[in-house]
Structure formats: structure tokens, C-alpha cells
């Protein structure tokens, strides 16, 4: 029932009958003295809010029976340390864990088919998180400030970083990108202030301040068309006109014309490594 217990701070533990076939919205929103529940293999979905701002809940375990995990489920639980998520979750809703500053480590299920706009974001503690194949759609933000999130590996079936889906990553230093990847939205990398090393896929379309201020000493691109397929950032700015061969003239005037990563740090120490033949 939508807000069956919510603002109940003094409820430490519940066990929930099998009779229940959802958690409501908002239905055990700011519990703050909830520590342990005991979800049936009779919920199918948790939705809006459900355990919102559950401050003192340590670790929960979702039933194989629920396929959705709605928007805000989990927001602003910070003593959430652990989590299981089953496989047959289909969706984890936008802002679903945002504010989990507790969560360590979290392994996304493989009936996984999209991570919710800022589903993730802001959980600070965050150092390892698991992205299957079944994942095809990553929103915007979600794991905005991971700030002690180390690398990520993004499974092949994603073709689109959407805008902001890392930026604040400051400990980011290791990317493994798709390598069908379409896409880099505008700021999807922006203050990812470890980030050295980036090795972009073929035909990438990088928009606008995708990479704005990260600390970037290599990048790798392979390109089959540079003039049409994507507006590229070079390092040739400083080059004088007779530096500036035709091989380059191209690039160099979607540069000035996009001004796309102009404020990437350390712009004029950056090796740009494109393959012989692009």
C-alpha cells in the first residue's frame, strides 16, 4: 500500500507475509531505524520510493521473483553495504541506488537490459561494479561521482555513453569501451580527473565536451572516414600552417570548428594514435 509505513523511524525489523505481491510506493520510506527485512518470493515489484532514505539498512536480498526495481527504490540508503540483485530483474530504475554511499562492489544480473538515469550516482564508496552482455541501454548519469570507482569494462551490447553517464568518476583511470560503441555523449567523461588513457572504437561520434577536463596523455582512434563520421579533437591548435600537412587539414578544420575538447587538461601534451591508412 502506497506509504504503509513511511516516516515509521522507530521500526527496526519486518518479515513480509507471502500474501504480498508488491512493496507500494513510498511504502517504507524514511525508516531510518529499519535494519533488516525479509522480502517473499511473492513480490514481484518494488517500486517508487519504497525504501527511500532507509539510512540504517545494511543489506537486503531481492527474490527471484521481482523483475523491476523502481525509481528511488533504494535513494539515500547510506549504511546499504550489500545487495543481491536476482536474475530476473529486467530494469533497475533511475535513481535507483543513487546515494548509496556504503555500496562497495555491486554485480548487475544478467536478465539486466537497462540501467536507469542516475541509478548509481553518487554512491562515493563504489570501487567495482560488474556490466553483463544483456545491458544494452546506460541513461544519463548513472554512475555520475563514483568517486572511487577504478576502471569498468562496458559490454559490447551497449552502443550509446550517454551524457554524464561518468563524469565525476575523479579516481577513473582504466575504460574498456565497447567496441561497436556509436556514441559518446556530451560530458559522459567530463571530470574524470585520473582518466590518462582512452582507447576509442572505430567510428565513434564524440559530442561535445565528452572528455571536458580529463587529464588525458594518450588517445587512440581508428577512423574509416575522419571528414564525415565524427567531429575529432586533435592536438595540431598549436601547429604552425606549415606544420600542418593535408593529411591533417581536415581534422583540423572540424577542430576549430566544434571547439570539441577544449577543455580537456593537458591538451597540448596529449599523443593522439590513429592507425596507418585512416
Request: glycine letters at 8%.
Amino acid at each position: 500500500e502506497y506509504s504503509a509505513f513511511e516516516g515509521c523511524t522507530g521500526l527496526t525489523n519486518i518479515e513480509i507475509p507471502e500474501s504480498v505481491r508488491e512493496i507500494g510506493t513510498s511504502a517504507f520510506e524514511g525508516c531510518t531505524g529499519l535494519t533488516y527485512i525479509v522480502i517473499p518470493s511473492s513480490v514481484t515489484e518494488i517500486e517508487y520510493d519504497a525504501f527511500k532514505g532507509c539510512t540504517s539498512l545494511a543489506s537486503i536480498e531481492i527474490p527471484n521473483s521481482v523483475t523491476e526495481i523502481g525509481s528511488h527504490a533504494f535513494e539515500g540508503c547510506t549504511g546499504l553495504t550489500n545487495i543481491k540483485n536476482p536474475d530476473s530483474v529486467t530494469e533497475i530504475g533511475h535513481d535507483a541506488f543513487k546515494g548509496c554511499t556504503g555500496l562497495i562492489s555491486i554485480k548487475i544480473p544478467s536478465s539486466v537490459t537497462k540501467i536507469g538515469k542516475n541509478a548509481f550516482e553518487g554512491c562515493t564508496g563504489l570501487t567495482d561494479i560488474v556490466i553483463p552482455e544483456s545491458v544494452t541501454i546506460i541513461e544519463d548519469g548513472a554512475f555520475r561521482g563514483c568517486t572511487s570507482l577504478i576502471g569498468i569494462e562496458i559490454p559490447d551490447s551497449v552502443r550509446v555513453l550517454m551524457t554524464g553517464v561518468f563524469s565525476g568518476c575523479a579516481r577513473l583511470d582504466k575504460i574498456i569501451l565497447p567496441k561497436r560503441l556509436l556514441r559518446i555523449c556530451n560530458g559522459a567523461f567530463s571530470e574524470c580527473l585520473a582518466l590518462s588513457t582512452l582507447n576509442i572504437p572505430n567510428n565513434v561520434i564524440i559530442e561535445e565536451d565528452a572528455l571536458n577536463c580529463a587529464p588525458l596523455k594518450e588517445l587512440y582512434v581508428r577512423l574509416d572516414n575522419p571528414q564525415e563520421c565524427v567531429k575529432l579533437f586533435c592536438v595540431y591548435e598549436s601547429f604552425t600552417e606549415s606544420d600542418r600537412t593535408n593529411e591533417y587539414d581536415n581534422w583540423y578544420r572540424v577542430y576549430k570548428k566544434h571547439r570539441i575538447f577544449d577543455k580537456l587538461k593537458n591538451r597540448s601534451s596529449i599523443a593522439l594514435y590513429v592507425p596507418i591508412g585512416t
